[in-house]
């Protein structure tokens, strides 16, 4: 029997960093989901596709092998054997992938995806959707969110960690119009699944969230990092 945790949650609630943390120190396999759709939309933007060539995009999908792979320790993202886990984080993919993830039969293709390389694994995986839809049956659901406040204030920080210049304000609007437009959305709208533990990290720090998920985790199994170890 494997193991499906599901973190689900907003940008900017932190859930990348600690699913990474939680993952290392339960021994499961860590699943960035977003990481798909971001490697969809960069195969697009090299194929040179715009957003209203739908069908274009949606018959991208059979041209594209998307891996994980562990290399010197570090995870990388593999889009038809090139690494790519850079280049997916770029402004231009930043830009598109939020439609891109929108077309149905993108959602469906990679939805299907995640759930053939969780296969047989013991993991952790951190989406959107992951409780509500890719996998319904998982056995721990947490929902990790923040205030837009804080979450403004972590990618003011972000950005002045990168030299990039910034309006709190301006950040702060943008926050809100993406959770309106997330939270509303027609095609898997984000919303917590009536069964996961909510968590506001808005006043926690990271350690403080890994220790409370591991926490629910352990609860769960006993003790999950006997159990999460393949
Ligand atoms: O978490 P991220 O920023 O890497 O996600 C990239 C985009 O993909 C973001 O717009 C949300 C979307 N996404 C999604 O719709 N469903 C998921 N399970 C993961 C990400």
Do not use: W
Request: glycine share 6%; hydrophobic share 35%; with cysteine.
């Amino acid at each position: 029997m494997s193991i499906v945790v599901a973190i689900d949650g907003p940008a900017g609630s932190g859930k990348g960093t600690v699913t990474k943390l939680v993952g290392e120190k339960l021994g499961l396999v860590n699943i960035d989901t977003g990481a798909t759709y971001r490697c969809v939309t960069l195969a697009a933007i090299n194929k040179g596709y715009k957003l209203e060539e739908e069908n274009k995009i949606v018959n991208l999908l059979n041209e594209i092998d998307i891996e994980f792979k562990k290399k010197e320790n570090e995870e990388k993202v593999l889009l038809n054997g090139k690494d790519v886990t850079k280049e997916i984080r770029s402004k231009e993919v930043n830009e598109m992938v939020s439609q891109v993830s929108h077309i149905p039969k993108v959602r469906e293709n990679m939805a299907n995806f995640q759930r053939k390389i969780a296969e047989g694994k013991n993991v952790i995986m951190e989406g959107r959707d992951i409780g509500t839809n890719v996998f319904p049956n998982a056995d721990v659901k947490i929902y990790l969110d923040a205030t837009p406040e804080e979450r403004a204030k972590r990618r003011m920080k972000q950005n002045e960690e990168k030299g990039i210049e910034s309006n709190y304000e301006e950040i702060l609007e943008n926050i809100k119009f993406r959770d309106h437009n997330d939270k509303t959305s027609s095609v898997a709208p984000l919303k917590q699944a009536e069964d996961a533990i909510y968590i506001d990290s808005s006043n926690l720090s990271i350690e403080e969230v890994t220790e409370k998920i591991i926490e629910i985790i352990n609860y769960h199994f006993g003790d999950a990092s006997k159990n999460g170890k393949n």
